[in-house]
């Protein structure tokens, strides 16, 4: 298919040298089973000589089905001074038994002479016997050509007698290297053209690093030239700056390029993809990624949530869902009527769109409230409670008579204890009750689950997920105001509350109030005044 642009994930590989970056073994297999059923054509599961945690991944992988991926094992040349029969990372190649086998080699002679130490000519016939054994061994080869870019512009001729090295004997694909990441996106096309022009029949690819912020860029640009073949990883996982991003990738050249890549059905797995990884290597999600991260499709300012309400592609470059992302509306000191009916349509809270006087007065209590310090950008758990506050629609489900916080320390090796002692009404009833936590703020947390717990238990579902802290106003020293944003889920949504205080455990608390409060406003619970709960549908 002409229109066709293959991809090739190096994530396992090129992507697991980035600083930080480590999957587990049964997370490697986890990541090449989604990779299949999104769509990629090339999985790299590693480099087959460097450690044994490579070496299983293609062992544990051959057991798997696999439905579209062809799995990909790396490796290098022979070595300068044996034959290719005899390098035993060659014979490691064979013995992992992959579809393909990419290996790398040499196109700038500056590496050939102060890296491999040895001859422009010896150089070649490395390329040359390299393919030719693999070849021979009944594998598909990809030929990386490192520092390809670089080789060219400093000797272009000999740069293309690599590529020309592995053509000769059978290479499947070559794929020309910016291994640097230092390059500019019209050198990209120039020399890219030339290469498919030398190649109109061949797989020609492109693998760039980010180095000067240019590797997406730079891949389109490889594209638009006649590439066929992008390697990259997802995220743009990668060693120093890290490689070229498939998550920005793929939809611009499936959306905006028009080719055939993952297909536009595909894509809309994108942000699932792409937190599924950051999953696995235990990182969190960038928000300001394009198309995936959660403030890219993100609206604040009032001028610009007024036109993206009257039509969307005023302020965005594609409809979010083509990726799997959602629209949202923050709102702030910046905000105006558009983002608190928006706002309020996106929360199910619809009465507000002829109401003129209760906007005015969301709007004025919003605005006194981040006087104060609050922030709701992050917070629309919060958001969601001060609206119904506003419009007298919130009904407390539980009131605090009043909790206790003990941190102790004993001796100097022993870890601190925390302690916290919560008394709260539901009803008629009261309940008082203990927790102990890994903090003052865990403790208060889990003494605030096991007071309620029997009154709503669905509370159980529920998890804090993350914890931040920000002085306001660090001129006061230990008296400064502090703001707590707290991050919680459960199976279904994840959710973010605000407190603000003099006092860090009662900022905390006052977030933990709302997460819990907006957690069951969710799932519709309401409270009786005997005690008893029901829950209703949404």
Partial sequence: MKNRVFIYDTTLRDGAQGEGISFSDSGKVRFAKMLDDFGIDYIEGGYVGSNPRDRKFFEDIRHERLHHALIAGFGSTRRADIDAADDPQLQGLLAAETDVCTIYGKSRLLHVHDVLRTTAENNLQMIADTVGFLREGGRKVIFDAEQFFDGY????????????????????????????????????????????????????????????????????EAVRAGASHIQGTINGYGERSGNANLVSILPAVELKLGRHCVGEANLKKLCDVSALTSELINLRPDPAQPYVGRNAFSHKAGAHVNAVQKNPITFEHIPPETVGNERRILVSELSGGSNVLMKAAEMGIVDLANNKVMVRRVLEELKKRETDGFSYEAADGSFKILLQKVLNQHAPLFELEGFRVIVEKRGKDVPCLSEATIKVRVGDKAELTAGEGHGPVDALNQALHQALVRFYPTITEMALTDYRVRILDPEEATAAKTRVLIESSDAKHTWGTVGVSENIIEASWQALLDSVEYKLSADGVTAKHTGHTSRESN
């Fill in 153 to 220: 512009k400093e000797d272009a001729a000999y740069a293309m007698r690599t590529l020309e090295m592995a053509v000769n004997e059978g290479a499947m694909a070559i794929v020309l290297c910016d291994t640097n990441g230092g390059c500019l996106p019209h050198e990209i096309f120039e020399i890219t053209t030339l290469v498919c022009r030398r190649f109109p029949d061949l797989q020609v690819g492109i693998h760039v690093h980010n180095d000067a912020g240019l590797a997406v860029a730079n891949s389109i």
